[in-house]
């Protein structure tokens, strides 16, 4: 099986920053495309960014030259810088992987547990 754990989320002041890390582990033959989405209470998940294995990116508009996605193959982990933060920001950020994990197979879908990302006036 395989797991992903997100940390770096917490408390930040508005236009602060933080930077959230998801590290993939257990039985992975080789992950594609990489990404973070978030949620708040009552509304649906939404996507964040997205990283491909060979780095093209994509960007929610409204998170558009703020946040920078960012992966490490080797550590098989992706990160999310948050610059600029804004109220709206706040929501718990989930870690999403399409990791394949046997040669040949399709790729599973894994999401992390999710981290808190609260932003204060």
């Known amino acids: 099986q395989v797991q992903l754990v997100e940390s770096g989320g917490g408390l930040v002041q508005a236009g602060g920053s933080l930077r959230l890390s998801c590290a993939a582990s257990?039985?992975?033959?080789?992950?594609?495309?990489m990404g973070w989405y978030r949620q708040t209470p009552g509304k649906q998940r939404e996507l964040v960014a997205t990283?491909?294995?060979?780095?093209?990116?994509n960007y929610a508009d409204s998170v558009k030259g703020r946040f920078t996605i960012s992966r490490d193959n080797a550590k098989n982990t992706v990160y999310l810088q948050m610059n600029s933060l804004k109220l709206d920001d706040t929501a718990v950020y989930y870690c999403?992987?399409?990791?394949?994990?046997?040669?040949?197979?399709?790729?599973?879908?894994?999401w992390g547990k999710g981290t808190l990302v609260t932003v204060s006036s």
């Open positions: 999403n992987a399409a990791i394949t994990i046997v040669a040949g197979t399709l790729p599973v879908d894994a």
């Open positions: 257990g039985r992975i033959f080789s992950i594609s495309t």
């Open positions: 990283i491909t294995s060979g780095s093209n990116t």
